[in-house]
Protein backbone atom coordinates (compact mmCIF):
# COMPACT_ATOMS: atom_id res chain seq x y z
CA UNK A 1 0.00 0.00 0.00
CA UNK A 2 2.25 2.99 -1.23
CA UNK A 3 -0.30 5.94 -1.45
CA UNK A 4 -2.36 6.43 1.35
CA UNK A 5 -5.86 6.03 1.33
CA UNK A 6 -8.89 8.45 2.84
CA UNK A 7 -8.47 7.82 6.11
CA UNK A 8 -12.57 7.75 6.45
CA UNK A 9 -12.88 5.40 3.32
CA UNK A 10 -10.18 2.95 5.83
CA UNK A 11 -12.50 2.96 8.16
CA UNK A 12 -15.51 3.03 6.84
CA UNK A 13 -17.08 6.19 8.39
CA UNK A 14 -17.66 9.41 7.41
CA UNK A 15 -17.44 13.18 8.57
CA UNK A 16 -20.20 13.31 10.53
CA UNK A 17 -20.33 10.20 12.02
CA UNK A 18 -20.14 10.15 15.88
CA UNK A 19 -17.30 9.62 18.08
CA UNK A 20 -18.75 6.15 18.88
CA UNK A 21 -19.43 5.02 15.58
CA UNK A 22 -15.95 5.82 15.00
CA UNK A 23 -14.37 3.91 17.91
CA UNK A 24 -16.84 0.92 17.12
CA UNK A 25 -15.99 0.87 13.29
CA UNK A 26 -11.97 0.68 14.60
CA UNK A 27 -12.28 -1.99 17.53
CA UNK A 28 -13.78 -3.97 14.51
CA UNK A 29 -11.49 -3.63 12.02
CA UNK A 30 -8.88 -4.02 14.37
CA UNK A 31 -9.53 -6.94 15.52
CA UNK A 32 -10.14 -8.15 12.25
CA UNK A 33 -6.67 -7.56 10.89
CA UNK A 34 -4.74 -8.22 13.49
CA UNK A 35 -1.55 -10.01 12.73
CA UNK A 36 -2.04 -12.60 15.69
CA UNK A 37 -5.53 -13.37 13.84
CA UNK A 38 -5.18 -12.64 10.35
CA UNK A 39 -2.33 -14.54 8.63
CA UNK A 40 -2.58 -12.65 5.08
CA UNK A 41 0.78 -11.44 4.56
CA UNK A 42 -0.38 -7.78 4.42
CA UNK A 43 -2.53 -8.09 7.67
CA UNK A 44 0.19 -6.02 9.37
CA UNK A 45 -0.05 -3.30 7.18
CA UNK A 46 -3.76 -2.89 7.37
CA UNK A 47 -3.37 -3.22 10.93
CA UNK A 48 -1.03 0.14 11.12
CA UNK A 49 -3.61 1.68 8.58
CA UNK A 50 -6.51 1.46 10.51
CA UNK A 51 -4.58 2.65 13.39
CA UNK A 52 -3.21 5.14 11.82
CA UNK A 53 -6.51 6.40 10.81
CA UNK A 54 -8.26 6.22 14.34
CA UNK A 55 -5.63 7.89 15.66
CA UNK A 56 -6.54 11.09 13.65
CA UNK A 57 -10.07 10.82 13.17
CA UNK A 58 -10.58 9.93 16.93
CA UNK A 59 -8.66 13.48 17.59
CA UNK A 60 -10.88 16.51 17.52
CA UNK A 61 -7.57 18.55 16.59
CA UNK A 62 -5.87 16.11 14.42
CA UNK A 63 -9.54 15.49 12.71
CA UNK A 64 -9.30 19.62 12.08
CA UNK A 65 -6.31 19.42 10.55
CA UNK A 66 -6.65 16.47 8.38
CA UNK A 67 -10.78 18.01 7.19
CA UNK A 68 -8.91 21.04 6.10
CA UNK A 69 -5.56 20.00 4.27
CA UNK A 70 -5.60 16.14 3.64
CA UNK A 71 -2.73 13.98 4.68
CA UNK A 72 -0.76 17.01 3.91
CA UNK A 73 -1.60 18.95 6.67
CA UNK A 74 -1.01 15.78 8.98
CA UNK A 75 1.83 14.77 8.25
CA UNK A 76 3.56 17.63 8.04
CA UNK A 77 2.52 18.80 11.87
CA UNK A 78 2.73 15.68 13.50
CA UNK A 79 5.08 12.51 13.79
CA UNK A 80 4.44 9.22 13.26
CA UNK A 81 4.55 8.25 16.65
CA UNK A 82 2.59 11.28 18.00
CA UNK A 83 -0.23 10.28 15.40
CA UNK A 84 -0.18 7.04 16.95
CA UNK A 85 -0.18 7.74 20.45
CA UNK A 86 -2.11 10.78 20.39
CA UNK A 87 -5.62 8.66 20.50
CA UNK A 88 -4.04 6.90 23.52
CA UNK A 89 -3.66 10.42 26.13
CA UNK A 90 -5.58 12.91 27.64
CA UNK A 91 -9.50 11.95 27.50
CA UNK A 92 -9.27 9.72 24.81
CA UNK A 93 -7.82 7.03 26.93
CA UNK A 94 -9.28 5.06 29.95
CA UNK A 95 -6.45 3.69 32.32
CA UNK A 96 -8.79 0.94 33.64
CA UNK A 97 -9.32 -0.03 29.46
CA UNK A 98 -7.84 -3.07 28.46
CA UNK A 99 -8.90 -2.84 24.89
CA UNK A 100 -6.76 0.99 25.17
CA UNK A 101 -3.89 -0.35 26.61
CA UNK A 102 -3.52 -3.30 24.20
CA UNK A 103 -4.64 -0.63 21.10
CA UNK A 104 -1.71 1.27 22.94
CA UNK A 105 0.75 -1.42 22.91
CA UNK A 106 0.18 -2.34 19.03
CA UNK A 107 0.74 1.16 18.12
CA UNK A 108 4.08 1.33 19.77
CA UNK A 109 4.75 -2.51 18.49
CA UNK A 110 4.48 -1.23 15.01
CA UNK A 111 6.66 1.68 15.63
CA UNK A 112 9.29 -0.61 16.60
CA UNK A 113 9.06 0.11 20.62
CA UNK A 114 8.93 -3.14 22.04
CA UNK A 115 9.60 -2.62 25.28
CA UNK A 116 7.36 0.28 25.85
CA UNK A 117 4.43 -2.05 24.22
CA UNK A 118 5.42 -4.53 26.37
CA UNK A 119 4.81 -1.85 29.72
CA UNK A 120 1.18 -1.55 28.33
CA UNK A 121 0.31 -5.33 27.39
CA UNK A 122 1.15 -5.71 31.03
CA UNK A 123 -1.21 -3.22 32.18
CA UNK A 124 -3.78 -5.03 29.73
CA UNK A 125 -3.14 -7.76 31.42
CA UNK A 126 -3.54 -6.28 34.86
CA UNK A 127 -6.98 -5.81 34.23
CA UNK A 128 -8.33 -8.52 31.91
CA UNK A 129 -5.30 -11.65 32.85
CA UNK A 130 -7.43 -14.16 30.87
CA UNK A 131 -7.49 -12.61 27.34
CA UNK A 132 -5.01 -14.51 25.36
CA UNK A 133 -4.69 -12.59 22.43
CA UNK A 134 -2.83 -9.53 24.73
CA UNK A 135 -0.74 -12.45 26.15
CA UNK A 136 0.24 -13.55 22.52
CA UNK A 137 1.08 -10.09 21.69
CA UNK A 138 3.57 -9.46 24.42
CA UNK A 139 5.25 -12.66 23.32
CA UNK A 140 5.66 -11.26 20.12
CA UNK A 141 7.29 -7.86 21.75
CA UNK A 142 9.46 -9.83 23.45
CA UNK A 143 10.28 -12.44 20.60
CA UNK A 144 11.41 -9.53 18.59
CA UNK A 145 13.54 -8.26 21.65
CA UNK A 146 15.44 -11.23 21.49
CA UNK A 147 13.64 -12.41 24.57
CA UNK A 148 12.79 -15.93 23.64
CA UNK A 149 12.39 -17.60 26.85
CA UNK A 150 10.59 -14.80 28.50
CA UNK A 151 8.37 -15.16 25.15
CA UNK A 152 7.64 -18.76 25.34
CA UNK A 153 6.28 -18.29 29.12
CA UNK A 154 3.69 -15.78 27.62
CA UNK A 155 3.15 -18.16 24.84
CA UNK A 156 2.14 -20.95 27.36
CA UNK A 157 -0.31 -18.22 29.18
CA UNK A 158 -1.89 -18.09 26.11
CA UNK A 159 -2.15 -21.41 25.40
CA UNK A 160 -3.51 -22.07 28.92
CA UNK A 161 -6.20 -20.16 28.42
CA UNK A 162 -7.03 -21.09 25.04
CA UNK A 163 -5.88 -24.24 23.81
CA UNK A 164 -7.09 -23.76 20.14
CA UNK A 165 -5.01 -20.89 19.50
CA UNK A 166 -2.76 -22.48 16.28
CA UNK A 167 -0.85 -18.84 16.36
CA UNK A 168 0.17 -18.76 20.33
CA UNK A 169 1.78 -22.73 19.18
CA UNK A 170 3.66 -21.56 15.90
CA UNK A 171 4.75 -18.64 17.28
CA UNK A 172 5.80 -20.32 20.39
CA UNK A 173 7.60 -23.01 18.36
CA UNK A 174 9.22 -20.06 16.32
CA UNK A 175 10.62 -19.05 19.85
CA UNK A 176 11.93 -22.46 20.38
CA UNK A 177 13.19 -22.85 17.44
CA UNK A 178 15.39 -19.95 18.27
CA UNK A 179 16.65 -21.65 21.32
CA UNK A 180 18.02 -24.33 19.32
CA UNK A 181 15.19 -26.78 20.66
CA UNK A 182 14.78 -28.45 17.51
CA UNK A 183 12.27 -31.29 18.95
CA UNK A 184 10.03 -28.98 21.17
CA UNK A 185 9.70 -26.75 18.39
CA UNK A 186 8.64 -29.60 15.73
CA UNK A 187 5.93 -30.81 18.56
CA UNK A 188 4.33 -27.01 18.76
CA UNK A 189 4.08 -26.92 15.14
CA UNK A 190 2.08 -30.29 15.21
CA UNK A 191 -0.19 -28.92 17.19
CA UNK A 192 -0.59 -25.64 15.27
CA UNK A 193 -1.54 -27.86 12.35
CA UNK A 194 -3.14 -30.61 14.62
CA UNK A 195 -5.50 -27.15 15.27
CA UNK A 196 -5.68 -25.51 11.64
CA UNK A 197 -3.95 -28.11 9.21
CA UNK A 198 -4.15 -25.30 6.59
CA UNK A 199 -1.74 -23.12 8.65
CA UNK A 200 1.05 -22.66 5.73
CA UNK A 201 2.95 -20.79 7.95
CA UNK A 202 2.96 -23.65 10.48
CA UNK A 203 4.33 -25.96 7.76
CA UNK A 204 6.82 -23.85 6.57
CA UNK A 205 8.63 -23.59 10.68
CA UNK A 206 7.99 -27.00 11.16
CA UNK A 207 9.83 -27.78 7.81
CA UNK A 208 12.94 -25.15 9.08
CA UNK A 209 13.25 -27.02 12.25
CA UNK A 210 13.54 -30.72 10.41
CA UNK A 211 16.13 -29.06 8.03
CA UNK A 212 18.26 -28.28 11.47
CA UNK A 213 17.82 -31.33 12.46
CA UNK A 214 19.18 -33.04 9.18
CA UNK A 215 15.73 -34.90 8.35
CA UNK A 216 15.88 -33.10 4.90
CA UNK A 217 13.16 -35.73 3.20
CA UNK A 218 10.71 -34.70 6.18
CA UNK A 219 11.44 -31.35 5.68
CA UNK A 220 10.88 -31.12 1.94
CA UNK A 221 7.55 -32.98 2.33
CA UNK A 222 6.62 -30.03 4.66
CA UNK A 223 7.92 -27.00 2.83
CA UNK A 224 5.93 -28.76 -0.50
CA UNK A 225 2.77 -28.61 1.89
CA UNK A 226 3.03 -25.51 2.70
CA UNK A 227 3.32 -23.65 -0.86
CA UNK A 228 0.63 -26.01 -1.62
CA UNK A 229 -1.37 -23.80 0.82
CA UNK A 230 0.05 -20.73 -0.33
CA UNK A 231 3.11 -20.13 1.60
CA UNK A 232 4.91 -16.91 0.27
CA UNK A 233 2.57 -16.10 -2.25
Same mark, same amino acid.
Given at each position: ????????????????????????????? *?????????????????? &?????????????????????????????????? $????? *????????????????? &??? *?????? &????????? $????????????????? +???????????? *?????????????? $??? +???????????????????????????????????????????????? $??? +????? +??????????
Amino acid at each position: MSAKRDYYDVLGVTKTSSHYEVKQQYRKL *ALKFHPDRNQYLDAGEHF &KEISEAYAVISNPDKKQVYDQHGHTGVDGRYSSA $DIFQG *AQRGDEFDSNDAWGWRN &KGG *ALYFLD &KYDEAITCY $DQAIKIDPNNPVVWNNK +ALALYFLGKYDE *AIISYDQAIKIDPR $DAD +AWNNKGNSLNFLGKYDEAIISYDQAIKIDPRDADAWNNKGNSLNFLGN $DDE +AKKCY +ARSRELGYGS
